[in-house]
């Protein structure tokens, strides 16, 4: 441990980190210095405050207490810690999902007009997959019964949650419900580890994974339910090409940023935001109104409506730091507290919009979806004030600004790759990773870490990787990290693609009429679309008559931070995928629970998590974990170096 090298390989970060020490403004990067050294105890999962009789704290190193005060092992303390993180992160990411689900209801029943489905197609076929009829019914039953169906998923029931029954391949239900991973109910589940973790339930440590797997089968069930619904509400995704980072932002514009992960709130501001273009004008500002995204807001509305990225995760104050953002409008998730703190010198208003996520200093106004429209006007006329307010004050805005082209949701990629063979779409992507082209696939997650210079995993294990031939998705803010350095363009791919890679991208990209290659990096949206990685990977496991746990897939979370991630990261292990984190997770304190989720797991199956903080030798392990997977199918394997020179 120790301070990082540098805190970001983001040279507009770095501006305003220069800016904020020259103004003596706290960042997330100085309050983690406040924070070291960090206890010892907590990093490796062996602090537990699950009782008044605690906190205990058990020593590592096996001179000091082995036991908390109730008898709790290690191995117990870091299993009931670890398998609360992903109660948390499937609590967030579901009560996300159940908000879209509670408003597509509404609009059924005619209480919430802004929630008109955008994409009547991806209703049917949702209903469709459901189970639920759809021939002959209006738009608002089937809406009502999707709703319904997805809101019956959160309470316990004989059979798992139909986003998942649906969802995942018969191999993997069947390999889930063996190890006895398969969720009665999404808030069932989370309230079984809420207990099964509080004092006296169980300690046995593998028992206890199994339950936090269970947990995170929930998440996934979760992830895949806020996919469709944001679909089926605001439409399904298509390629939009926009510009990245710090640069996007104006002086001469009323500058709004729309921050957190709930799509409901800033669909609405982004309408709101094009009505009111005059009144921006009108009060001065040259440049009209101006939309930039920060974390997974930012991520769906970028890939709906081309809204600029700014910023992701830790550095989510460095926007407010230009002097030239007007609002930072936030829902919920990832929201630093600090924000309100950091806008104080710069008169941006700090505009929180959920009744369950306040923070003090911040101006409140709570989303009602029945007065959405109403509501997403007024958080614009603040904004609009506080651009009146702010002109003539002096900003600095980074010039730094990248290409960027997104938006491949599941739909788009087989759109795309119909292109090349109209009968069958998968089959150009089956037979170049057959033929070696591709020799896999990694689907780069998570977040960013203040514990890594931010960014500089997902560059260095990405650059890698690219040139030795892996096809790259990427979510969350992963894919706000790739959008930044330029990873989410053509350009990317001329510069660091392998030669199979460039010339399967090329021709995807020429078949589509884009006369280039796909961008290096595809993204396919926020955390909760993770999803469609996973839906892409069952499509190409049924046409290889295999299941996903025999791909040459694997998943990246290299600078993760979130309880939100770890329920992801151990979803991706129960889907089958080889998982790598690039930081520590809080079981350094436990052999039986890293020996259970690195090795023992892969016989159950056949996912499991690779730890690895240095990204070359991620990089590395990753592609190794891929040949592992074409020679378990009888493809052809290349070494590192080979892959490096092919
Ligand atoms: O849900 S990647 S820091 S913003 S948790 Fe949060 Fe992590 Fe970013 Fe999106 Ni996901």
Redesign the pocket.
């Known amino acids: 441990m120790g301070q990082p090298v540098m805190e970001s390989m983001d040279p507009a970060a770095r501006e305003m980190l220069a800016e904020a020490r020259v103004k003596g403004i706290e960042t997330a990067w100085d309050r983690y210095q406040d924070q070291l050294p960090q206890c010892g105890f907590g990093e490796t999962g062996l602090c537990c405050r699950n009782c008044v009789q605690g906190p205990c704290r058990i020593d590592p190193f096996g001179d000091g207490p082995r036991a908390g005060v109730c008898g709790a092992t290690a191995d117990t303390v870091v299993a009931r810690n670890l398998i609360r993180a992903i109660a948390a992160g499937t609590a967030a990411h579901s009560g996300h999902s159940k908000h879209l689900a509670q408003a597509l209801k509404k609009w059924a029943l005619g209480r919430a007009g802004a929630y008109a489905p955008q994409d009547e197609n991806k209703l049917r076929a949702v209903a469709r997959r459901l189970g639920r009829a759809t021939d002959g019914r209006t738009a608002e039953d089937v809406a009502l019964d999707v709703a319904e169906t997805a809101l019956k998923d959160y309470a316990e029931s004989d059979e798992p949650p139909a986003f998942v029954r649906t969802t995942l391949p018969r191999g993997r239900l069947e390999a889930l419900g063996r190890l006895g991973a398969l969720p009665p109910g999404i808030d069932a589940v989370v309230s079984e580890i809420m207990h099964r973790t509080t004092l006296g339930v169980d300690a046995d440590p593998v028992n206890l994974l199994i339950g936090g797997i269970k947990g995170a089968v929930a998440d996934y069930a979760a992830c895949h339910m806020g996919t469709d619904l944001a679909d089926i509400i605001f439409g399904v995704p298509s390629p939009v090409v926009t510009q990245a980072n710090l640069g996007v932002l104006r002086e001469d514009a009323v500058n709004v940023a729309l921050h957190g ?1 709930n799509p409901l709130l800033s669909e609405v501001v982004v309408r709101a935001a094009s009505e009111m273009q005059d009144e921006a004008v009108r009060a001065g500002a040259r440049g009209g109104l101006n939309l930039v995204g920060v ?2 807001t930012g ?1 769906e509305v970028l890939m709906r409506h081309g809204v600029p990225p700014i910023a ?2 830790v550095s989510q104050e460095l926007p407010i730091l230009t002097g030239a953002l007007d609002a930072m409008v936030v829902d919920y ?2 929201v630093y507290p600090s924000l309100p703190t950091v806008a104080e010198c710069f008169g941006t208003r700090i505009i929180t919009t959920m009744e369950m996520a306040k923070i003090p200093g911040a101006t409140h106004l709570p989303l009602a979806e029945e007065t959405a429209p109403e509501q997403a006007r007024e958080i614009i006329k603040l904004a609009i004030q506080a651009f009146v307010e702010r002109r003539g004050r002096p900003v600095t805005i980074p010039r730094h600004t990248s290409r960027v082209v997104a938006g491949f949701s599941t739909e788009t990629l087989v759109a795309a790759l119909s292109k090349l063979n109209a009968a069958d779409p998968l089959a150009p992507l089956v037979e170049n990773i057959v033929g070696g082209n591709i020799q896999g696939v990694v689907l780069f ?4 870490n203040v514990k890594v210079p931010q960014d500089a995993n997902y560059l260095a294990i990405a650059t890698e990787l690219a040139r030795r031939d892996v096809l790259m998705l990427a ?4 894919a ?1 990290a790739f959008a930044r350095h330029g990873f989410l363009s053509p350009d990317a791919t001329r510069e660091h693609a392998g030669p199979g890679l460039k010339a399967v991208l090329t021709a995807i990209g020429e078949a589509n009429g884009l006369g280039g290659p796909l961008p290096l990096v595809l993204h396919m949206g ?3 679309d993770n999803s469609r990685a996973v839906d892409v990977a069952a499509a190409v496991a049924a046409r290889l008559q295999v299941d996903i746990d025999r791909l040459p897939v694997v998943a990246s979370a290299p600078e ?3 309880e ?2 770890i329920a ?1 990261g151990t979803w991706a292990v129960a889907c089958g995928l080889p998982t790598h984190l690039g930081l520590f997770p809080p079981v350094l304190g436990s052999q039986t629970v890293i020996k259970a989720l690195t090795g023992e797991i892969k016989n159950m199956l056949g996912g499991y998590f690779i730890v690895e903080p240095d990204p070359l030798k991620a990089a590395e392990k990753i592609f190794a974990a891929i040949q592992e997977r074409r020679a378990g199918l009888g493809l052809a394997v290349r070494s590192w170096e080979e892959a490096r020179c092919a």
Not at 445 to 448: F, L, Q
């Open positions: 992960h974390c997974c991520n992701n995760s998730q990832c997650a998570g977040c960013n979510t969350g803010c992963g706000g926020s955390c909760v993760f931070k979130t939100k991630a992801i």
